[in-house]
């Protein structure tokens, strides 16, 4: 099927972000509503998009749209095409859903920035380039998408980049990027080289004729890709620091949308994840070390919004923990996504309310108490705590559940191992989220007189409360008849979950719920029964200590990335100074004096001119008389 | 007794010469009885008009294709109507130089320094004797291109030459220079005619024909004296390649460009050199195509050092005018390339790199005669520093053309050298592909010196200065320029076009 109308998602967005680049400071006053009109437009068109399919047989719901043959190489060819399926409807209501809902949230919270109209172009950019990547029918129109939230990205976390920390921050997201990046043109050179095409459709058509070899080859290196986005062991140290940026961007950019674009990434690639065992295990090994890497990290901070960026993290592990699991779990990853997608973002608007009331304060150790003031606040941010740490029947209960059931059903010491770490790792999630929340609404208040912190404006809890319903339904939605399994049916390949079954799923759940609980009960002893001190205690553990420097990522990225690379650069540079500038500058040096010296011939006497013509002839004739002898 | 039988003319075919040759006759007339009030605009005009007029004949002829049209000694077929057009534009962008009469000296014949010399200038007359000389010059460089006989061919060198050397010699400054530059000129163009005509007698001793057919049939054949055929076409080809400029008969080439008047300058490198190439691909590639062997030898040699000659002497000039003369001189080693490829794309890219070449050439000395202080033109090169800070307009045009001698994409001389090695790759000569761009990316280095001269070193306050140009001058820099640029970008309805029109008739 073929559809006239997807491109709009795209355009209506990016003609917002052009717009109001171009006019500049003109649409100070009516920029931001343009862009949140914009997108909510688009996201009315995803509707629209949603209702038509409903009304096809699951077979028939995919559509298309060609915009233009973008490279033509001799038998290379390249459309700029769109595809609409199961999948990606499922990420162009969520980008223009949770999108629209983070325009209108910052309306109100950038309302006192003066570059507001530059910060809702980029929010457009982003959604444009967003929808781009899921829209994109090969890996090559996803790359540009993919680009273009990396720069989306880059630009927003330096928004404020007249704080040097900040643009640092952004600096060092867009070099982890790229690392992540170059993993994914690999992937799609080496398809390009072995199957000749760069199309979802061709590759999966052509993934049952190409070798393990290869096909292992593009798994790892979408895997890489997939980390550098998603924030992932090895590349996961970024995330954290990309916090700089303004709240709003942190919910959609760095919680609900972008970084889950690894997800998506193998997901969509599933054809090639399924015939290469290999990587698809190791998929599922990144997954697990991150999730229980992140939720470490979430239990030390005490930035807020570190807390859950760590935890954002974390969250993502399990998502490509079940993308890793194959056809059992994609379905899975994708439901944790949407959830994670409701309620992570719901809780980083929570976050940014109790910084807006309590003057940018992000130190959790300068809350307490504030539930009485903030209500709403404390109410959707609630919310979304039961929904991540996995009480039923929030969402979270229903998704992550499933992925530890999975883990466990993967047989032998793989499932064991992945199971226990993602038992584990919903423990630790349930002890720092319930630290995050008594640290700000509970307890008792230890910010100083000066704050005078209060609910915000209506502008900014109706998204909240929104997202905060999503939180709370969308788990039974998408698990009710296993409609969402069923849904994503024709794009993923799924198996019945439940084949080796190592554990019941009533075992695993009650499992789950005791560890959380206990969990629970942890944080509740350590922060509600002890008074805590406003200032982060400095005798503390070993452990605490590595936690509280991210587990060492930057230590370890300096040590051993930076610093010899920087070596490196250096010899590199003096090579390059010496040896090969030496070589041009010799040659260039040999070259004007041969042209001086030849120059001399160029006497200014018609005679000795006169005489090289005769000479010239002469010679001609000899080599001509050689040459024919 | 035999009866006189008059010779048959195709005057529709032979027209564009005729149409430039009557107004060279006009000219000639308005010079001895016209006012010399009135002269400059009159001789401008039927100058223009002449060139537009032959033009529009050469364009109505542009499918025929004829070896009679002159009894055998002319043939009008694609290369030549394509070469005919070559020079008639190039003529037209030069002649709006030439009529900035601030270039040229009121009477030729004063001695340098003399009182006669001051009084004329102070009369405020303008010459313009050079109006005829360049009509008759045009004329014979319509006509070396298309003879087919080798009398006919020296006529038109000739007829082609005299007025030439007179125009270098009439420069308003440096008069000294000016006419020394003409008299070597004069000499060794002399003395290079002497070498065409004996390597014409030569080949009539080898053939017994002097028509190019004729030498081609004696060829085939394979009767004659061997000794006579190589000195023929050694002797012949040395008259021939001292016209293009090619190593070691350059030597008049630096002095003559730095000394004659800019804008002759300009016609000169532009349109002899389209004159003189297309009667060396006309000869090469119909009467000597079966001595293949015999003479791709020589010509590689020749085109080799040519290419690296040029290009790395280059280097050292400190003049404007002279580092366009040498560039001339690597310029016409790459056409040699093109014509060593003896094949169709050879060919195609030579005519080619013959247009976008002359009209870059001609853009290039137009900016040259704007560049001046109160002595006149600004020659050397240093005193060209930041000439981009004062004159952001022209520095760019003159980036670009230069640019395009270098051979950068997106310009015309991009396109030029990349047929042209391309053409000489595929007919299998791979060490003049290798050499070539190797001077190519020599060549590159003064071009591009030039540019950064000009835009990143601070101008020096001495009074040079770019100054408004007339607006035929400013017609001839845009234009230059937008040619250039446009056949860079899309060069291809102009490929094709020479592509299916060019076909030598034998």
Request: net charge positive; glycine share 10%.
């Amino acid at each position: 099927m073929t559809s006239n109308s997807l491109v709009y998602l795209i355009a209506l967005p990016l003609f917002g972000s052009a717009v109001l680049l171009l006019a500049g400071r003109r649409s100070d006053r009516w920029g931001h509503i343009l862009a949140t009109v914009l997108s909510g437009s688009a996201f009315v068109v995803g509707l629209v998009q949603f209702a038509q399919m409903l009304g096809r047989s699951n077979d028939q719901r995919a559509v298309t749209q060609k915009l233009f043959s973008w490279i033509s190489v001799g038998t290379f060819k390249v459309d700029a095409s769109l595809m609409l399926d199961q999948l990606s409807i499922c990420f162009v209501l969520l980008i223009t859903g949770v999108g629209t809902l983070i325009h209108i949230y910052s309306i109100a919270y950038m309302s006192h920035d003066l570059d507001r109209r530059r910060f809702f172009a980029y929010l457009n950019l982003f959604i444009a380039a967003m929808l781009l990547l899921v829209l994109g029918d090969s890996y090559l129109n996803l790359y540009v998408g993919w680009e273009g939230v990396g720069l989306a990205s880059y630009l927003l976390i330096g928004f404020w980049n007249q704080k040097p920390a900040y643009a640092t921050a952004a600096k060092k997201a867009f070099v982890a990027n790229r690392v992540g990046d170059l993993g994914l043109s690999l992937a799609i050179m080496i398809s390009f080289a072995t199957m000749g095409t760069v199309s979802f459709a061709g590759v999966k058509e052509q993934a049952g004729h190409a070798s393990t070899g290869a096909l292992t080859a593009i798994g790892i290196m979408l895997l890489i890709a997939a980390t550098g986005k998603s924030a992932q062991f090895p590349l996961q140290a970024w995330l954290g620091d990309a916090m700089a940026g303004p709240t709003p961007v942190s919910a959609l950019i760095h919680a609900a949308t972008m970084v889950t674009a690894g997800v998506y990434l193998i997901t969509r690639s599933n054809f090639i994840f399924d015939a290469a065992p290999t990587a698809q295990l190791l998929v599922a090994i990144i997954g697990a070390i991150t999730l229980l890497f992140g939720a470490i990290i979430g239990t030390a901070k005490d930035d807020i919004k570190k807390a859950l960026a760590a935890s954002t993290m974390s969250q993502i592990g399990y998502m490509v923990l079940g993308a890793g699991l194959g056809p059992a779990g994609y379905a899975f990853a994708i439901m944790h996504l949407l959830t994670h997608g409701f309620f992570k973002a719901g809780m980083f608007l929570g976050a940014g309310s109790v910084m807006h009331g309590m003057d940018d304060e992000v130190n959790m150790r300068r809350y307490g108490g504030l539930r009485k003031f903030m209500p709403i606040t404390f109410a959707t941010f609630g919310l979304g705590y039961l929904a991540i740490i996995g009480v039923p029947p929030f969402a979270g209960f229903y998704s992550k559940d499933k992925i530890i059931e999975v883990a466990f059903n993967a047989g032998g010491i793989k499932g064991i191992t992945l199971g226990g770490a993602a038992l584990l790792g919903a423990a630790i999630t349930a002890f720092y989220m319930t630290r995050v929340v008594i640290l700000t609404f509970a307890g008792s208040k230890r910010w100083d007189d000066k704050a005078h912190p209060h609910e915000s404006p209506a502008l900014m809890w109706l998204p909240m409360v929104l997202l905060a319903v999503g939180s709370v339904t969308s788990g039974i939605i998408f698990t009710h008849g296993n409609s969402l399994q069923n849904w994503l049916a024709p794009v993923v390949a799924t198996s019945p979950a439940h084949e080796g079954e190592l554990l019941k799923p009533a075992v695993v759940s009650i499992l789950a719920l005791v560890l959380v609980l206990a969990g629970v009960g942890l944080a509740i002893m350590k922060y509600l029964r002890k008074p805590v001190p406003s200032e982060a205690p400095t005798d503390v553990s070993i452990f605490t200590r590595i936690a509280r420097r991210d587990l060492l990522q930057d230590d370890f990225n300096e040590a051993v990335f930076m610093r010899p690379g920087q070596k490196l650069t250096e010899v590199l540079v003096a090579t390059d100074e010496l040896l090969v500038d030496g070589a041009v500058r010799g040659v260039a040096h040999i070259t004007q004096s041969t042209g001086r010296t030849l120059g001399m011939t160029q006497t200014g006497f018609v005679r000795s001119y006169a005489m090289w013509i005769l000479l010239g002839a002469i010679g001609l004739l000899a080599t001509i008389w050689v040459v024919t002898l | 007794m035999t009866v006189f039988v008059a010779p048959s003319l195709s005057y529709s075919l032979l027209a564009p010469i005729l149409i430039v040759l009557g107004g060279a006759v006009i000219t000639v007339v308005f010079e001895a009885f016209l006012s010399k009030a009135i002269r400059p605009v009159a001789q401008l005009s039927v100058t223009l008009g002449t060139l537009v007029l032959a033009l529009v004949q050469v364009w109505r002829i542009r499918h025929e294709s004829s070896l009679t049209a002159a009894m055998g000694s002319v043939a009008i077929d694609g290369p030549a109507i394509l070469l005919q057009a070559t020079v008639l534009i190039l003529a037209v962008l030069g002649v709006f130089l030439i009529a900035d009469n601030e270039h040229f000296t009121v009477v030729a014949a004063t001695l340098p320094g003399s009182e006669e010399e001051r009084a004329s200038i102070q009369s405020g007359e303008k010459l313009t004797e050079v109006y005829p000389l360049t009509l008759f010059a045009v004329a014979g460089m319509m006509l070396f291109p298309i003879a087919t006989d080798l009398i006919t061919l020296f006529v038109a060198l000739e007829v082609l030459s005299l007025p030439l050397y007179l125009m270098a010699g009439l420069s308003r400054r440096r008069r000294l220079m000016s006419q020394e530059a003409a008299l070597k000129y004069f000499l060794l163009g002399a003395f290079s005619s002497a070498f065409f005509l004996f390597g014409a007698a030569f080949l009539y001793g080898y053939s017994g024909s002097v028509s190019l057919a004729g030498i081609y049939d004696a060829i085939s054949g394979g009767t004659g004296n061997n000794v006579f055929l190589m000195i023929g076409i050694v002797f012949l080809s040395v008259g021939l390649l001292f016209k293009v400029g090619a190593v070691p008969f350059h030597a008049w080439t630096p002095d003559v460009y730095q000394g004659a008047p800019t804008p002759i300058t300009a016609f000169m490198a532009a349109a002899t050199k389209v004159a003189a190439f297309g009667a060396i691909l006309r000869i090469f590639y119909t009467s000597f195509s079966n001595a293949y062997w015999d003479w791709r030898p020589i010509l590689t040699v020749i085109a080799i050092i040519t290419m690296v000659f040029g290009s790395v002497v280059a280097i050292s000039q400190r003049d404007i005018k002279r580092m366009l003369a040498y560039s001339s001189i690597a310029h016409a080693g790459f056409l040699l390339a093109g014509v060593i490829a003896l094949n169709k794309a050879g060919l195609d890219a030579s005519i080619f790199y013959l247009f976008a070449y002359g009209v870059a050439t001609l853009g290039a000395f137009a900016v040259v005669t704007l560049v001046r202080d109160s002595a006149g033109e600004v020659t050397d090169l240093n005193r060209w520093a930041g000439l981009g800070k004062r004159s952001p307009f022209v520095a760019t045009i003159f980036a670009t053309l230069l640019l395009a001698f270098a051979g950068i994409p997106l310009t015309s001389g991009f396109i030029g050298k990349f047929s042209i090695f391309s053409a000489a790759y595929e007919s299998g000569n791979k060490l003049i592909v290798v050499v070539g761009v190797l001077s190519s990316a020599i060549a590159a280095y003064f071009y591009v010196r030039v540019i950064v001269l000009m835009f990143f070193t601070d101008p020096a306050d001495d009074g040079t200065s770019v100054i408004i140009p007339s607006i035929l001058t400013r017609a001839t820099i845009i234009s230059t320029f937008a040619i250039t640029i446009f056949l860079g970008v899309f060069p291809a309805p102009f490929l094709n076009f020479i592509s299916s029109t060019a076909t030598f008739i034998r």
